[in-house]
């Protein structure tokens, strides 16, 4: 089993769309959790990190389901803007001082007018 | 604020050449340092790490190989690049330990070798 699996997508909709992702990991000790937009060419720049409570950030969601080693990422009102590959990543403990982040392959977000 | 530099962007480099990309943090002190490379069409495969000068840990065996002479440089190299080294290189630093964990990426170096 993959550390951290992700649908690779692509995930193809309309602007407006109300699209969700989710990102399995298989480390129950896993502390924290982001999710990371990179676009075509460009380093990954993180979106948010993803808390026990849930946190939102205007359109974006992000939930964390630590029973079911999974976390999510909803975005409401999709714009033509969204488009990119979304990656999910799980730090599990730290180990000789420092974390060492597992990364998923990414799910490709296509929003068309 | 933090910011992190990555230089050449982009490297067409022949078979056999040497290479050397280097990375640079300014504004955080005793960062965590880490160097990726990313395969077209792939995901991120973490190559190095250092938690401090002179202290390189090496994920991958390869023909590559990274050292940090002062606390905010980090520098990747190899003496013979092999095409299959062609790819998306990313520095990245964090902050360990502390309430952050995030790592934030440099503009990366996009390498052809040929």
């Known amino acids: 089993r993959k550390e951290v699996e992700q649908d690779p997508g692509p995930f193809n909709v309309p602007e407006g769309a109300t699209v969700a992702f989710n990102c399995t990991y298989s480390n129950s000790a896993s502390q924290s959790f982001f999710w990371y937009r990179q676009d075509c060419r460009k380093e990954p720049k993180l979106l948010m990190s993803?808390?026990?409570s849930g946190n939102e950030d205007g359109r974006f969601t992000a939930q964390l389901n630590r029973a079911s080693q999974y976390i999510s990422l909803l975005i409401r009102d999709s714009k033509l803007s969204d488009s990119a590959t979304y990656l999910c990543v799980v730090n599990p403990p730290p180990s000789g001082g420092s974390y060492i982040p597992t990364f998923g392959r990414g799910t490709s977000l296509i929003v068309h007018p | 604020s933090q910011t992190i530099h990555q230089w050449p962007a982009t490297l067409v480099q022949p078979v056999g050449s040497p290479l050397s990309l280097e990375c640079t943090v300014e504004g955080t002190s005793n960062p965590n340092l880490y160097w990726y490379r990313q395969a077209a069409g792939r995901g991120l495969q973490l190559l190095f790490y250092?938690?401090?000068?002179?202290?390189i840990s090496s994920e991958v065996p390869q023909n590559l190989s990274a050292s940090r002479p002062q606390d905010r440089q980090f520098i990747l190299s190899s003496k013979k690049l092999l095409l299959s080294d062609s790819g998306f290189y990313l520095c990245a630093w964090s902050v360990y330990p502390g309430e952050v964990h995030e790592q934030y990426f440099g503009p990366g170096t996009r390498l052809t070798v040929t």
């Open positions: 250092s938690v401090g000068i002179g202290q």
């Open positions: 993803v808390y026990s």
